[in-house]
C-alpha cells in the first residue's frame, strides 16, 4: 500500500457504517469521521481535514448530491456507495468511483486504491 488516505465516511446505518470504518481501519488508511445525514456531512466538508469521501447516495435527510457538489468545488474525491439507487448519479458526477453495497473489505480496497492522489 501507499501512502494512507485520511477517510470521511457519510453512511445513515449506524451498523454499515461501522463496517466501513472498520474495513479502512484494517486496511491502513485513517479515519477521518463519520457523519449520517447531508446537512452533517455538509459541515464537515467544509470544515475538511480528509482525503477522500465514501458518500452514500440516499442519507437520512435526502439525496447526497449536495454533498457530492460541495466536495467536487474543493477538488476532494468521493466514493459514491449504494444498496439500490437504480437511477445513474447526475452528468456532474457520472465519473464518479462507485461502490455497491454489501461491501467488502476488497471492494473498498480496490476502490480506495484508486483514488487519485493530490
Do not use: Y
Not at 446537512?39 to 481535514?49: I, Q, S
Amino acid at each position: 500500500m501507499t501512502v494512507p488516505l485520511s477517510v470521511l465516511v457519510i453512511e445513515d446505518e449506524p451498523l454499515i457504517a461501522m463496517m466501513i470504518e472498520d474495513f479502512i481501519e484494517m486496511l491502513g488508511h485513517r479515519l477521518a469521521g463519520s457523519c449520517d445525514s447531508v446537512a452533517e456531512a455538509l459541515t464537515k466538508v467544509e470544515e475538511g481535514g480528509f482525503d477522500v469521501a465514501i458518500l452514500d447516495v440516499n442519507l437520512r435527510d435526502g439525496a447526497c448530491w449536495p454533498v457530492a457538489d460541495a466536495l467536487r468545488q474543493r477538488d476532494v474525491p468521493f466514493v459514491l456507495a449504494s444498496g439500490g439507487h437504480v437511477e445513474p448519479p447526475p452528468a456532474a458526477h457520472a465519473d464518479a468511483l462507485q461502490l455497491a453495497k454489501p461491501f467488502t473489505l476488497d471492494g473498498i480496497k480496490d476502490v480506495l486504491a484508486n483514488i487519485p492522489r493530490r
